[in-house]
């Protein structure tokens, strides 16, 4: 670790007073290889020169000529490895965006600070830099091609994984949501966004879901069998809503595996625009009919928004995890959870917080009266036969950790 005195800071900002204010909070702290820069070309004058080249820049925004927005821009064109502190007047959403956008840019990003910064503040900043690891070129995602999927639902290579939902008033395990997985011979463990979007161009998004489906619901009848009453979930492509036979292949696999409807969840996510609207909706509705229930996944982005909430009987409604973790600090996300969860209670539905990542999260759940859970916090997803032996470990963490209001047995 380089001793302050030898990082290079360079401060961008038109206003002298906050310049020379930010030089001496700097020097304070033993921080004393600083440069000072009130415009953006004598600052990528600064970048260029590999003898100047800043190891961290703290950023204002809102300048004449060159703004803060554009200089991150001229940064990802130089490939700058160094860090960036963002010390504005704006206000904290516009802060927030401006964050994602460095974040999006690929540079590292310590955070931001308001004006008028506190000397504490900017130390608890300062501390968290580090120099640059050496960039390891990114990996491409393989894309597998059709006939190579095709041969995988024929071999069964696919394999269901499943994540807990639990009640967040009382902590007991209420149902799971089925993740399926390509068990590879070569590549390992393949993941949903490697091969599901070519599996819906190629028209084999039915077998594959059919799969899934016939799995998911054997394996319910299993744990029903074993004494575990779990509500199983399964996500539903919008091109499996394409064809009336559907409905007909979720009834009858329910009624071969002996599996009653009302333990079946079906979530569906909008990731692309309803073809004819008029058949999903009478698949949907008939399937709710049977009493199947029906979730509406990711609420809040994509095609899943409020005209889906208006036409189709959902009973659950899944908070999409970019609104759930860290929504008990970000006060924008928090606004769109709270609202989110509003609307499922006045809609009588459920509601469902995806991506509940650390006890932070899970406390604002409890807080805030939403009725399940489901992330990382709770549990990885996990193959069919860890689910009883995990069952078992959170309800202990439950009695000792997580202060529900009654105990589960």
């Known amino acids: 670790m380089l001793e302050r005195s030898a990082i290079k800071i360079l401060i961008l900002d038109d206003e002298l007073f906050m310049l020379k204010l930010l030089t001496r909070m700097l020097a304070n702290q033993g921080f004393t290889s600083v440069v000072c820069c009130d415009n953006g070309h004598d600052a990528l004058v600064q970048v260029d020169n590999e003898s100047t080249r800043p190891d961290l820049i703290l950023l204002d925004l809102n300048m004449p000529g060159m703004d803060g927005i554009e200089f991150v821009r001229y940064l990802v064109d130089r490939q700058f490895t160094g860090s960036l502190i963002l010390v504005s007047g704006e206000d904290e959403r516009m802060l927030r965006t401006a964050e994602k956008l460095v974040q999006a840019h690929k540079i590292h990003m310590l955070g931001y600070l308001q004006k008028p910064v506190k000397p504490a503040a900017l130390l608890a900043m300062l501390t968290q830099w580090a120099p640059p690891l050496p960039v390891k070129p990114s990996k491409v995602k393989k894309i597998y091609s059709a006939e190579e999927i095709k041969t995988a639902i024929k071999e069964g290579a696919l394999i269901n994984y499943y994540q807990p939902k639990v009640s967040v008033a009382s902590g ?40 899934v489906l016939l799995k998911a619901f054997a394996q319910a009848k299993i744990w029903q069998q074993a004494g575990f009453e779990l509500r199983v979930a399964v996500n539903v492509s919008m ?50 009919l049977k009493r199947f229930h029906l979730s509406i996944d990711d609420f809040g982005t994509g095609h899943s928004s409020l005209a889906q909430l208006r036409d189709i009987p959902f009973d659950e409604l899944k908070i999409d995890q970019g609104f759930v973790h860290r929504a008990w600090k970000d ?22 917080a995806e991506g509940v990542e650390d006890r932070d999260d899970w406390d604002l759940l409890r807080h805030t009266g939403c009725d399940l859970a489901q992330g990382n916090f709770i549990s990885k997803p996990l193959l069919a036969e860890e689910i009883p032996q995990w069952i078992e470990v959170w309800l202990k963490r439950v009695q000792t950790e997580l202060a529900v209001a009654d105990s589960v047995n």
Request: net charge negative; hydrophobic share 45%.
């Open 331 to 352: 006060e924008t996300l928090r606004v769109i959870y709270d609202t989110s969860l509003a609307l499922a209670k006045q809609l009588n539905m459920e509601a469902v």
């Open 239 to 288: 091109d499996n809503l394409a064809s009336l036979d559907f409905q007909d292949l979720v009834v009858k696999l329910a009624g071969e595996t002996g599996i009653s409807p009302h333990k079946i969840v079906l979530e569906v996510t909008e990731s692309q625009l309803m073809g004819d609207i008029r058949v999903s909706l009478e698949i949907l509705t008939r399937l709710r």
């Open 172 to 211: 007991a395990v209420v149902g799971v949501e089925t993740l399926v997985r390509w068990h590879h011979p070569e590549d390992g463990l393949v993941f949903p966004d490697q091969f599901i979007s070519v599996a819906e161009a190629h028209g084999l998004i039915n077998d594959l879901t059919r799969l």
